[in-house]
């Protein structure tokens, strides 16, 4: 046990591999936690930690990708995301961003990327994390998109702040990831 | 091929179960897409659909509760949910609203369900889906909570939407879950 495991509470005691694939781990553990010390069992399918950037052009306006989701056998309208390689840190997270940015919207970001802290996906299950940033003066950039070959991004759409808000008020706007950075935006009262 | 499949672009070619459990089924999968008709290989977790209630109670205040997360090795606060057991249709998914609000607060809803639309946790890697529900005239019921015997949940606190959204600002409020439901009340104008 790690000290600060035994001073949260929180510790793993056992961890069996049920699947491991290069995307993601599952995994049987049996875990320590505050209120259950003598642990409990539970699955949890281990991914990378992902970012996801909101590209805000210098008109105030948001850019999406129009992506095609084959786990949900759908084409959604989402921000430029992807996971972190290697060793995540300040370094890697903001350089992820701006990966991100730059190949699947063909632009790049003259401005300001801001923090806007991180969330966990569906923490019922996985430790997938994600840590969201708006990219403010977002320009196009000489060498445009990069897509990924396993990547089908279909088109990049601009949205003013209220076309946005709109389509997350008529459930057009379906992912996690978008929701939580217009969730972070709002509350933090700097959404457009 | 259905029909529905054919008509879309969409349509799953083979899948191979890798694992199988009863929480969740890793599948490969090789799959046509509409920019793909040949095919992609993905791997893809399935999960039940679930539920999400936003509980507000006749004062307007907003009930989070406190929740240990085994995957992620916290204790968040987030809204009452659950996954829906067997079919999914309007009745089901309304049942487990108002079964998990029971549950995990002890509290039910003598006003309005005010269905939120759905969205994905991530589609990058599972078809997880999450139904998000407004509760409002909530208040104590005569038999209190019901805890599953394999959840953790520790309190449940009353939040005024002005804390609720100061927790969202400073980063406090990590899970999709409770950030899609607040991206869903601002954006519709319902917030408070």
Same mark, same amino acid.
């Given at each position: 046990?790690?000290?600060?495991? +035994?001073?949260?509470?929180w510790g793993i005691r056992q961890?069996?591999?049920?699947?491991?694939?290069?995307?993601?781990?599952?995994?049987?553990e049996f875990v320590a936690t505050?209120?259950r010390?003598?642990g409990i069992s539970w /699955?949890v399918? !281990? #991914? #990378? &930690?992902? $970012?996801?950037?909101?590209? #805000?052009?210098?008109?105030?306006?948001?850019?999406?990708?129009?992506?095609?989701?084959?786990?949900?056998?759908?084409?959604?309208?989402? *921000?430029?995301?992807?996971?972190?390689?290697?060793?995540?840190?300040?370094?890697?997270?903001?350089?992820? &961003? /701006?990966?991100?940015?730059?190949?699947?919207?063909?632009?790049?970001?003259?401005?300001?990327?801001?923090?806007?802290?991180? @969330?966990?996906?569906?923490?019922? *299950?996985?430790?997938?994390?994600? !840590?969201? @940033? /708006? &990219?403010?003066?977002?320009?196009?950039?000489?060498?445009?998109?990069?897509?990924?070959?396993?990547?089908?991004?279909?088109?990049?759409?601009? *949205?003013?702040?209220?076309?946005?808000?709109?389509?997350?008020?008529?459930?057009?706007? $379906?992912?996690?990831?978008?929701? +939580?950075?217009?969730?972070?935006?709002? +509350?933090?009262?700097? @959404?457009?």
């Open positions: 046990m790690k000290n600060g495991e +035994a001073a949260s509470g961890s069996e591999a049920l699947c491991d694939t290069p995307h993601l781990r599952l995994d049987r505050p209120s010390p003598a /699955l399918v !281990h #991914r #990378r &930690a992902a $970012v996801v950037v909101a590209p #805000r052009t210098p008109d105030g306006a948001y850019l999406l990708i129009r992506q095609e989701r084959v786990a949900v056998r759908r084409e959604l309208w989402e *921000f430029p995301a992807g996971q972190i390689d290697g060793e995540v840190n300040e370094g890697t997270i903001r350089e992820t &961003a /701006l990966r991100e940015l730059g190949e699947e919207t063909g632009r790049e970001c003259r401005g300001e990327l801001t923090p806007l802290g991180y @969330f966990f996906s569906s923490p019922g *299950f996985t430790d997938e994390c994600a !840590h969201l @940033f /708006l &990219a403010t003066e977002v320009v196009p950039r000489a060498e445009g998109c990069a897509h990924d070959e396993h990547e089908s991004i279909l088109e990049v759409g601009k *949205f003013s702040p209220r076309q946005w808000s709109d389509l997350i008020a008529q459930g057009e706007i $379906v992912d996690a990831n978008t929701l +939580a950075v217009f969730a972070r935006l709002q +509350a933090r009262g700097i @959404f457009s």
